[in-house]
């Protein structure tokens, strides 16, 4: 089902995942919201595990879609990423998901993902950590 399909609901999960961001002490790296599902790239929560932060992420957003039975499926599915190939390819995949789905033209007309922060410099509702900071800090 499409959830996401409209702008609200959108918004909605964004301004969540920034909440728990800052609470949780992660870092987002790179996301897109599509009308069924999130891709979201990010770093471990500082003293709290992964599944923590992603489940208060979901309660809260399913809290606000109180018509909808079924929002999440059971798990999410990560990957580790160890490279900065694998990071690049991996946050242009997110970022080309809207044009790859005929949503949009063009990665920045899509304004749910973090393209904008990475190519036009734009803040976004979620504060993105562009992925050549996080190289930095962790010395690959």
């Known amino acids: 089902m499409a959830i996401l399909g409209t702008a609200e609901p959108r918004d909605a999960l ?13 870092e987002v790296i790179g996301y897109v919201v ?20 992603i489940q208060v992420i979901k309660q ?3 809290r606000t879609r109180v018509l909808e039975e079924h929002v999440w499926e059971r798990r999410y599915y990560d990957f580790n990423i160890f490279t900065m190939g694998k990071l690049e390819e991996k946050l242009h995949y997110m970022h080309m998901n809207p044009v790859e789905a005929g949503l949009v033209s063009a990665p920045g007309d899509w304004k749910w993902s973090s393209y904008g922060a990475y190519a036009l410099n734009e803040p976004g509702l979620v504060n993105v950590t562009p992925a050549l900071d996080v190289v930095l800090q962790r010395q690959w």
């Open 60 to 62: 809260r957003f399913s």
């Open 14 to 26: 964004l301004q969540i995942l920034e909440e728990a961001r800052v609470r949780y002490a992660f």
């Open 34 to 53: 599509m009308p069924t599902h999130i891709h979201l790239l990010m770093s471990e929560p500082e003293g709290h595990p992964l599944s923590s932060a």
